[in-house]
Protein backbone atom coordinates (compact mmCIF):
# COMPACT_ATOMS: atom_id res chain seq x y z
CA UNK A 1 0.00 0.00 0.00
CA UNK A 2 0.88 3.73 -0.60
CA UNK A 3 2.83 4.81 2.58
CA UNK A 4 0.96 8.08 1.63
CA UNK A 5 -1.70 9.76 4.17
CA UNK A 6 -3.92 12.47 2.52
CA UNK A 7 -5.32 14.78 4.23
CA UNK A 8 -8.81 13.89 5.30
CA UNK A 9 -11.75 16.43 4.14
CA UNK A 10 -15.67 15.98 4.30
CA UNK A 11 -15.98 15.14 0.56
CA UNK A 12 -15.61 11.98 -0.87
CA UNK A 13 -12.22 12.51 -2.80
CA UNK A 14 -10.89 8.61 -2.73
CA UNK A 15 -12.60 8.26 -6.30
CA UNK A 16 -10.76 11.44 -7.45
CA UNK A 17 -7.18 10.95 -6.57
CA UNK A 18 -8.14 7.38 -8.64
CA UNK A 19 -9.20 8.96 -11.92
CA UNK A 20 -6.67 11.40 -12.46
CA UNK A 21 -7.30 12.86 -15.20
CA UNK A 22 -10.62 15.21 -16.31
CA UNK A 23 -12.24 17.75 -18.46
CA UNK A 24 -12.73 21.56 -18.06
CA UNK A 25 -15.46 23.28 -20.08
CA UNK A 26 -15.72 27.31 -20.14
CA UNK A 27 -18.23 28.00 -22.36
CA UNK A 28 -20.27 31.05 -22.62
CA UNK A 29 -20.86 34.30 -24.18
CA UNK A 30 -17.32 34.97 -24.16
CA UNK A 31 -17.06 32.20 -26.98
CA UNK A 32 -18.29 34.46 -29.57
CA UNK A 33 -16.00 38.02 -29.03
CA UNK A 34 -13.50 34.87 -28.99
CA UNK A 35 -10.59 36.79 -27.26
CA UNK A 36 -10.71 35.56 -23.72
CA UNK A 37 -13.17 34.67 -21.13
CA UNK A 38 -12.52 37.96 -19.05
CA UNK A 39 -13.48 39.71 -22.10
CA UNK A 40 -15.93 42.12 -20.55
CA UNK A 41 -13.62 43.13 -18.14
CA UNK A 42 -10.30 43.35 -20.28
CA UNK A 43 -12.07 45.89 -22.93
CA UNK A 44 -14.19 47.33 -19.95
CA UNK A 45 -17.68 46.36 -22.29
CA UNK A 46 -20.80 48.12 -20.50
CA UNK A 47 -23.99 45.66 -20.00
CA UNK A 48 -25.70 47.25 -23.34
CA UNK A 49 -22.59 46.57 -26.24
CA UNK A 50 -22.29 43.19 -24.07
CA UNK A 51 -25.91 42.43 -24.70
CA UNK A 52 -24.94 41.73 -28.86
CA UNK A 53 -23.54 38.40 -27.72
CA UNK A 54 -26.38 37.38 -25.55
CA UNK A 55 -29.16 38.27 -28.49
CA UNK A 56 -26.89 36.25 -31.38
CA UNK A 57 -25.98 33.30 -28.84
CA UNK A 58 -26.73 30.59 -30.79
CA UNK A 59 -24.24 27.19 -30.92
CA UNK A 60 -26.24 25.28 -33.12
CA UNK A 61 -23.92 22.63 -33.23
CA UNK A 62 -23.74 22.15 -29.97
CA UNK A 63 -22.90 18.37 -29.28
CA UNK A 64 -22.19 17.54 -25.56
CA UNK A 65 -22.32 13.84 -26.42
CA UNK A 66 -19.40 14.77 -28.81
CA UNK A 67 -17.59 16.26 -26.32
CA UNK A 68 -18.27 13.44 -23.87
CA UNK A 69 -16.99 10.64 -26.21
CA UNK A 70 -13.99 12.40 -26.91
CA UNK A 71 -13.51 13.66 -23.19
CA UNK A 72 -13.38 9.36 -22.65
CA UNK A 73 -11.39 8.32 -25.39
CA UNK A 74 -8.64 10.60 -24.08
CA UNK A 75 -8.63 8.85 -20.70
CA UNK A 76 -10.26 12.00 -18.74
CA UNK A 77 -12.88 10.56 -16.34
CA UNK A 78 -14.24 13.49 -14.79
CA UNK A 79 -15.43 16.98 -16.20
CA UNK A 80 -16.36 20.38 -14.76
CA UNK A 81 -18.31 22.88 -17.11
CA UNK A 82 -19.12 26.68 -16.42
CA UNK A 83 -22.70 26.45 -15.31
CA UNK A 84 -22.02 30.13 -15.21
CA UNK A 85 -18.92 32.31 -15.84
CA UNK A 86 -17.85 35.53 -14.17
CA UNK A 87 -19.60 37.29 -16.94
CA UNK A 88 -22.97 36.04 -15.34
CA UNK A 89 -24.74 33.95 -18.00
CA UNK A 90 -26.53 31.23 -17.11
CA UNK A 91 -25.94 27.90 -18.88
CA UNK A 92 -28.73 26.70 -17.03
CA UNK A 93 -32.99 27.46 -16.80
CA UNK A 94 -32.76 29.25 -13.86
CA UNK A 95 -35.93 30.64 -12.10
CA UNK A 96 -34.38 33.57 -10.32
CA UNK A 97 -32.48 35.21 -13.81
CA UNK A 98 -33.58 36.27 -17.32
CA UNK A 99 -29.76 35.73 -18.58
CA UNK A 100 -29.74 32.13 -19.45
CA UNK A 101 -29.41 29.91 -21.82
CA UNK A 102 -32.95 29.28 -22.37
CA UNK A 103 -33.84 32.76 -23.18
CA UNK A 104 -31.33 33.53 -26.17
CA UNK A 105 -31.82 32.43 -29.79
CA UNK A 106 -30.45 29.13 -28.92
CA UNK A 107 -33.20 28.91 -26.11
CA UNK A 108 -31.61 24.97 -23.99
CA UNK A 109 -30.37 24.37 -21.29
CA UNK A 110 -26.89 23.62 -22.02
CA UNK A 111 -26.62 22.19 -18.57
CA UNK A 112 -28.91 19.68 -19.02
CA UNK A 113 -27.83 18.23 -21.95
CA UNK A 114 -24.34 18.41 -20.69
CA UNK A 115 -24.87 16.15 -17.87
CA UNK A 116 -26.98 13.62 -19.50
CA UNK A 117 -24.50 13.22 -22.45
CA UNK A 118 -20.99 12.62 -19.75
CA UNK A 119 -22.98 10.74 -17.46
CA UNK A 120 -24.21 8.48 -20.37
CA UNK A 121 -20.38 8.11 -21.36
CA UNK A 122 -19.98 6.99 -17.56
CA UNK A 123 -17.85 10.50 -16.39
CA UNK A 124 -18.64 11.87 -13.26
CA UNK A 125 -20.26 15.33 -13.08
CA UNK A 126 -18.56 18.53 -11.91
CA UNK A 127 -20.50 22.06 -11.75
CA UNK A 128 -18.18 25.39 -12.15
CA UNK A 129 -19.78 27.92 -10.60
CA UNK A 130 -18.45 31.72 -10.72
CA UNK A 131 -18.64 33.94 -7.49
CA UNK A 132 -18.09 36.76 -9.67
CA UNK A 133 -21.01 37.98 -11.88
CA UNK A 134 -20.50 41.03 -13.66
CA UNK A 135 -24.40 40.97 -14.53
CA UNK A 136 -26.12 40.79 -11.70
CA UNK A 137 -27.05 43.75 -9.89
CA UNK A 138 -26.07 43.92 -6.59
CA UNK A 139 -23.18 42.64 -7.49
CA UNK A 140 -20.54 45.40 -5.99
CA UNK A 141 -18.04 47.11 -8.61
CA UNK A 142 -14.69 45.66 -7.85
CA UNK A 143 -11.39 45.64 -9.43
CA UNK A 144 -11.86 42.80 -11.49
CA UNK A 145 -15.19 44.12 -12.45
CA UNK A 146 -15.56 45.69 -16.45
CA UNK A 147 -16.97 49.15 -14.26
CA UNK A 148 -13.88 49.21 -12.06
CA UNK A 149 -11.99 52.38 -14.12
CA UNK A 150 -15.67 54.42 -13.54
CA UNK A 151 -14.93 57.44 -11.48
CA UNK A 152 -18.30 57.21 -9.55
CA UNK A 153 -18.06 53.14 -9.13
CA UNK A 154 -17.77 53.55 -5.17
CA UNK A 155 -20.65 56.18 -4.98
CA UNK A 156 -22.96 53.35 -7.69
CA UNK A 157 -21.91 50.30 -4.65
CA UNK A 158 -24.02 52.06 -2.02
CA UNK A 159 -26.92 51.22 -4.13
CA UNK A 160 -25.56 47.42 -4.54
CA UNK A 161 -26.75 44.98 -1.81
CA UNK A 162 -24.04 41.86 -1.66
CA UNK A 163 -26.15 40.43 0.65
CA UNK A 164 -29.01 39.39 -1.68
CA UNK A 165 -26.49 38.54 -4.30
CA UNK A 166 -25.56 35.98 -2.08
CA UNK A 167 -28.97 35.00 -1.43
CA UNK A 168 -28.89 34.30 -5.13
CA UNK A 169 -26.16 32.40 -5.64
CA UNK A 170 -27.54 29.79 -2.81
CA UNK A 171 -31.01 30.05 -4.52
CA UNK A 172 -29.13 28.88 -7.65
CA UNK A 173 -26.60 26.61 -6.23
CA UNK A 174 -30.04 24.62 -5.16
CA UNK A 175 -30.98 24.33 -8.04
CA UNK A 176 -27.80 23.46 -9.71
CA UNK A 177 -27.29 20.67 -6.97
CA UNK A 178 -31.14 19.86 -6.82
CA UNK A 179 -32.51 19.91 -10.48
CA UNK A 180 -29.65 17.67 -12.22
CA UNK A 181 -29.14 14.27 -10.50
CA UNK A 182 -26.07 13.26 -8.30
CA UNK A 183 -23.67 15.89 -9.08
CA UNK A 184 -19.89 15.06 -7.71
CA UNK A 185 -17.63 18.12 -7.88
CA UNK A 186 -18.22 21.93 -6.85
CA UNK A 187 -15.84 23.99 -8.60
CA UNK A 188 -16.32 27.54 -6.86
CA UNK A 189 -14.29 30.80 -8.68
CA UNK A 190 -13.08 32.52 -7.01
CA UNK A 191 -11.74 35.13 -3.96
CA UNK A 192 -9.37 37.33 -3.89
CA UNK A 193 -7.74 40.41 -1.69
CA UNK A 194 -7.71 44.40 -2.92
CA UNK A 195 -5.28 44.67 -5.69
CA UNK A 196 -3.12 47.64 -5.03
CA UNK A 197 -1.45 47.67 -8.78
CA UNK A 198 -2.96 50.56 -9.54
CA UNK A 199 -5.29 53.71 -7.09
CA UNK A 200 -7.95 52.59 -9.42
CA UNK A 201 -8.18 49.48 -8.33
CA UNK A 202 -6.72 50.07 -5.12
CA UNK A 203 -10.08 52.05 -3.76
CA UNK A 204 -11.86 48.61 -3.77
CA UNK A 205 -11.76 45.99 -1.24
CA UNK A 206 -11.52 42.52 -2.33
CA UNK A 207 -14.10 39.86 -1.72
CA UNK A 208 -14.09 36.57 0.25
CA UNK A 209 -16.26 34.06 2.69
CA UNK A 210 -17.88 37.41 4.16
CA UNK A 211 -19.42 38.32 0.50
CA UNK A 212 -20.50 34.99 -0.47
CA UNK A 213 -21.29 34.24 2.88
CA UNK A 214 -19.80 31.16 2.36
CA UNK A 215 -20.80 29.20 5.46
CA UNK A 216 -23.90 28.59 4.33
CA UNK A 217 -23.24 28.69 0.58
CA UNK A 218 -21.20 25.06 1.40
CA UNK A 219 -23.41 23.87 4.14
CA UNK A 220 -26.11 24.36 1.74
CA UNK A 221 -24.03 22.33 -1.12
CA UNK A 222 -23.35 19.80 1.81
CA UNK A 223 -26.79 19.41 2.72
CA UNK A 224 -28.03 18.92 -1.45
CA UNK A 225 -25.57 16.50 -2.26
CA UNK A 226 -23.58 14.84 0.66
CA UNK A 227 -20.02 13.65 -0.16
CA UNK A 228 -19.24 16.29 -3.43
CA UNK A 229 -16.10 17.85 -3.56
CA UNK A 230 -15.95 21.29 -3.21
CA UNK A 231 -12.62 23.38 -3.87
CA UNK A 232 -11.03 26.24 -1.39
CA UNK A 233 -12.06 29.45 -3.76
CA UNK A 234 -14.83 30.08 -1.98
CA UNK A 235 -12.25 31.19 0.75
CA UNK A 236 -12.91 28.56 3.41
CA UNK A 237 -10.75 25.10 3.05
CA UNK A 238 -12.58 22.29 1.92
CA UNK A 239 -11.68 19.11 -0.19
CA UNK A 240 -9.39 20.57 -3.05
CA UNK A 241 -6.09 22.76 -3.72
CA UNK A 242 -6.07 24.05 -7.10
CA UNK A 243 -3.40 25.29 -8.50
CA UNK A 244 -3.33 27.07 -11.78
CA UNK A 245 -1.76 27.61 -14.63
CA UNK A 246 1.50 26.41 -12.91
CA UNK A 247 3.04 23.21 -12.14
CA UNK A 248 3.65 22.30 -8.52
CA UNK A 249 6.84 20.69 -8.08
CA UNK A 250 6.21 18.81 -5.23
CA UNK A 251 3.03 16.79 -3.75
CA UNK A 252 1.04 20.42 -2.74
CA UNK A 253 0.99 20.26 0.95
CA UNK A 254 -1.37 21.53 4.08
CA UNK A 255 0.29 25.54 4.67
CA UNK A 256 -0.43 24.84 8.32
CA UNK A 257 -0.28 21.11 9.06
CA UNK A 258 1.99 20.21 5.96
CA UNK A 259 -0.27 17.55 5.45
CA UNK A 260 -0.33 16.46 1.98
CA UNK A 261 -3.89 17.35 0.42
CA UNK A 262 -6.16 16.30 -2.54
CA UNK A 263 -5.08 18.87 -5.84
CA UNK A 264 -5.58 19.44 -8.84
CA UNK A 265 -3.67 21.38 -11.32
CA UNK A 266 -6.25 22.90 -14.09
CA UNK A 267 -4.27 23.93 -17.25
CA UNK A 268 -5.25 25.11 -20.84
CA UNK A 269 -4.33 23.74 -24.42
CA UNK A 270 -3.27 27.17 -24.81
CA UNK A 271 -3.34 30.82 -23.02
CA UNK A 272 -7.57 31.48 -22.34
CA UNK A 273 -9.91 29.35 -20.99
CA UNK A 274 -12.83 30.56 -23.05
CA UNK A 275 -12.58 29.86 -26.82
CA UNK A 276 -9.50 32.14 -28.31
CA UNK A 277 -9.27 32.08 -32.07
CA UNK A 278 -5.94 34.18 -32.42
CA UNK A 279 -4.40 32.43 -29.44
CA UNK A 280 -1.35 30.77 -30.12
CA UNK A 281 0.58 29.66 -27.75
CA UNK A 282 -0.89 26.35 -27.70
CA UNK A 283 1.05 23.43 -26.17
CA UNK A 284 3.03 20.87 -27.94
CA UNK A 285 1.58 16.90 -27.42
CA UNK A 286 5.26 16.46 -25.08
CA UNK A 287 4.00 19.25 -22.85
CA UNK A 288 0.26 17.95 -22.81
CA UNK A 289 1.07 14.50 -21.78
CA UNK A 290 3.96 15.60 -19.69
CA UNK A 291 1.79 17.76 -17.64
CA UNK A 292 0.09 14.79 -17.12
CA UNK A 293 2.65 12.36 -15.88
CA UNK A 294 4.77 15.33 -13.85
CA UNK A 295 0.76 16.15 -12.01
CA UNK A 296 0.82 12.12 -10.53
CA UNK A 297 4.14 11.70 -10.60
CA UNK A 298 3.16 14.45 -7.68
CA UNK A 299 0.36 12.41 -6.07
CA UNK A 300 -2.22 15.30 -7.93
CA UNK A 301 -4.93 15.11 -10.47
CA UNK A 302 -5.07 17.18 -13.97
CA UNK A 303 -7.66 19.22 -15.20
CA UNK A 304 -7.45 19.95 -18.72
CA UNK A 305 -9.78 22.43 -20.18
CA UNK A 306 -11.08 23.00 -23.38
CA UNK A 307 -12.87 26.08 -25.03
CA UNK A 308 -15.63 25.29 -27.31
CA UNK A 309 -16.46 27.58 -30.05
CA UNK A 310 -19.41 30.28 -30.44
CA UNK A 311 -20.93 27.49 -32.73
CA UNK A 312 -20.58 24.54 -29.80
CA UNK A 313 -17.95 22.31 -31.26
CA UNK A 314 -14.23 21.70 -30.31
CA UNK A 315 -11.95 23.20 -32.86
CA UNK A 316 -9.67 21.64 -34.81
CA UNK A 317 -6.67 22.69 -31.90
CA UNK A 318 -8.73 21.13 -28.71
CA UNK A 319 -9.73 17.66 -31.05
CA UNK A 320 -6.01 17.50 -31.95
CA UNK A 321 -4.82 18.21 -28.25
CA UNK A 322 -7.33 15.56 -26.80
CA UNK A 323 -6.39 12.91 -29.84
CA UNK A 324 -2.37 13.31 -28.18
CA UNK A 325 -4.26 12.29 -25.04
CA UNK A 326 -6.63 9.79 -26.14
CA UNK A 327 -3.13 8.20 -28.54
CA UNK A 328 -0.86 7.87 -24.95
CA UNK A 329 -4.17 6.99 -22.59
CA UNK A 330 -5.38 4.29 -24.56
CA UNK A 331 -1.12 2.33 -23.85
CA UNK A 332 -0.65 3.92 -20.84
CA UNK A 333 -3.49 4.49 -18.55
CA UNK A 334 -2.69 1.77 -16.51
CA UNK A 335 0.35 4.32 -15.24
CA UNK A 336 -2.22 6.44 -14.07
CA UNK A 337 -5.17 5.36 -12.88
CA UNK A 338 -5.28 4.03 -9.18
CA UNK A 339 -1.55 5.91 -9.08
CA UNK A 340 0.47 7.99 -7.27
CA UNK A 341 3.74 9.46 -6.68
CA UNK A 342 6.26 6.37 -6.39
CA UNK A 343 7.73 5.44 -2.49
CA UNK A 344 10.85 6.87 -1.26
CA UNK A 345 12.91 4.30 -1.98
CA UNK A 346 12.73 4.32 -5.26
CA UNK A 347 14.25 7.26 -7.21
CA UNK A 348 13.72 7.83 -10.65
CA UNK A 349 16.86 7.50 -13.30
CA UNK A 350 17.63 11.00 -14.96
CA UNK A 351 15.10 11.72 -17.71
CA UNK A 352 12.48 9.41 -16.00
CA UNK A 353 9.02 10.06 -13.85
CA UNK A 354 7.54 7.20 -11.54
CA UNK A 355 3.98 6.53 -10.62
CA UNK A 356 3.15 3.79 -8.63
CA UNK A 357 -0.04 2.20 -8.46
CA UNK A 358 -1.73 2.83 -4.65
CA UNK A 359 -1.50 -1.13 -3.62
CA UNK A 360 2.10 -0.59 -4.13
CA UNK A 361 2.42 -3.71 -6.36
CA UNK A 362 3.47 -1.63 -10.05
CA UNK A 363 6.02 0.71 -10.16
CA UNK A 364 5.66 2.80 -13.91
CA UNK A 365 9.07 4.47 -14.99
CA UNK A 366 7.68 7.29 -17.47
CA UNK A 367 10.94 8.16 -19.84
CA UNK A 368 10.20 11.47 -21.11
CA UNK A 369 13.71 11.45 -22.63
CA UNK A 370 14.91 8.36 -24.21
CA UNK A 371 18.00 6.83 -23.67
CA UNK A 372 20.74 4.46 -25.21
CA UNK A 373 19.99 0.87 -24.81
CA UNK A 374 19.86 1.00 -20.87
CA UNK A 375 18.57 2.60 -17.81
CA UNK A 376 20.21 2.40 -14.57
CA UNK A 377 17.70 2.14 -11.46
CA UNK A 378 18.45 2.93 -7.88
CA UNK A 379 16.59 1.34 -5.06
CA UNK A 380 15.15 -2.31 -6.88
CA UNK A 381 17.69 -4.50 -6.70
CA UNK A 382 16.01 -8.06 -5.62
CA UNK A 383 12.20 -5.96 -5.55
CA UNK A 384 11.56 -6.92 -9.16
CA UNK A 385 9.10 -9.72 -10.33
CA UNK A 386 8.68 -9.21 -14.04
CA UNK A 387 9.31 -6.46 -16.18
CA UNK A 388 7.92 -4.73 -19.50
CA UNK A 389 6.86 -2.00 -21.52
CA UNK A 390 3.33 -0.92 -20.93
CA UNK A 391 2.26 0.13 -24.63
CA UNK A 392 3.15 -3.65 -26.17
CA UNK A 393 3.60 -5.88 -23.18
CA UNK A 394 6.74 -7.12 -24.46
CA UNK A 395 8.86 -8.70 -21.95
CA UNK A 396 12.21 -6.34 -20.79
CA UNK A 397 15.05 -8.03 -19.71
CA UNK A 398 17.09 -6.60 -16.52
CA UNK A 399 20.58 -7.06 -14.56
CA UNK A 400 21.81 -6.44 -11.49
CA UNK A 401 25.33 -7.11 -12.32
CA UNK A 402 25.98 -5.36 -15.72
CA UNK A 403 27.02 -2.10 -15.66
CA UNK A 404 26.25 0.75 -18.36
CA UNK A 405 29.78 1.85 -19.68
CA UNK A 406 30.08 5.73 -19.59
CA UNK A 407 32.63 5.89 -22.26
CA UNK A 408 31.03 3.58 -24.45
CA UNK A 409 28.09 2.19 -26.25
CA UNK A 410 29.02 -1.13 -25.11
CA UNK A 411 27.50 -2.56 -21.68
CA UNK A 412 29.91 -5.44 -19.25
CA UNK A 413 29.61 -7.29 -16.63
CA UNK A 414 30.54 -6.49 -13.23
CA UNK A 415 28.19 -3.49 -11.43
CA UNK A 416 28.91 -3.36 -7.80
CA UNK A 417 26.60 -0.14 -7.34
CA UNK A 418 23.71 -2.20 -6.33
CA UNK A 419 21.80 -0.86 -9.09
CA UNK A 420 19.28 -2.61 -11.68
CA UNK A 421 19.76 -2.07 -15.59
CA UNK A 422 17.17 -2.51 -17.41
CA UNK A 423 18.09 -3.38 -21.62
CA UNK A 424 16.11 -1.19 -23.80
CA UNK A 425 15.83 -1.25 -27.26
CA UNK A 426 17.82 0.82 -29.58
CA UNK A 427 14.75 2.03 -31.47
CA UNK A 428 12.30 4.54 -29.17
CA UNK A 429 9.24 2.81 -29.58
CA UNK A 430 6.17 4.38 -31.55
CA UNK A 431 4.86 6.05 -28.40
CA UNK A 432 5.28 9.32 -27.19
CA UNK A 433 6.86 9.06 -23.75
CA UNK A 434 7.34 4.87 -23.77
CA UNK A 435 6.38 3.40 -19.85
CA UNK A 436 8.26 0.96 -17.89
CA UNK A 437 5.83 -1.59 -15.79
CA UNK A 438 7.67 -3.14 -12.96
CA UNK A 439 5.80 -5.47 -11.08
CA UNK A 440 7.71 -5.45 -7.56
CA UNK A 441 8.02 -8.46 -5.73
C1 LIG B 1 -9.39 32.00 -13.04
C2 LIG B 1 -10.06 32.84 -14.07
C3 LIG B 1 -11.00 32.10 -14.89
C4 LIG B 1 -10.90 30.62 -15.01
C5 LIG B 1 -10.33 29.96 -13.80
C6 LIG B 1 -10.00 28.51 -13.97
O1 LIG B 1 -9.87 32.13 -11.80
O2 LIG B 1 -10.69 33.95 -13.54
O3 LIG B 1 -11.28 32.75 -16.07
O4 LIG B 1 -12.19 30.19 -15.07
O5 LIG B 1 -9.27 30.64 -13.33
O6 LIG B 1 -9.22 28.02 -12.95
Redesign the pocket.
Known sequence: MSSYKVRKTPGNTEWFRHDRFGM?I?FGLYAMPAR???IKSIEMMTDEHYQRYFDHFNPDMYDPKDWARQAKAAGMKYVVL?TK??EGFCLFDSKYTDFKSTNTPFGRDIVREYVDAFRAEGLKIGF?Y?L?DWHHEDFTIDS?HPKKMLPDALEQNKSKDMRKYAEYMRNQVEELLTNYGKIDIL?F??SYKTDTSCPEFARFPGKGKDDWESEKLIALARKLQPGIIIDN?ADIEQDLW?P??YQPTEWVRHKETNELVTWEA?QTFSG???YHRDEMTWKSPEQLVGMLIKTVSLGGNL?M?VGPTARGYLDYRAEAALKVYADWMKYNSRSIYGCTMAEPEFTAPQNCLLTQSEDGKRLYIHIMDYPFKALEVDGLADKIEYVQFLHDGSELFYDDKIKVMTDGDTIEKANESGKVTILLPVVKPNILYPTIEIFLK
Request: with cysteine; glycine share 4%; net charge negative.
Open positions: FHHEWTHHYSIPWDFRTEQCSWGLN
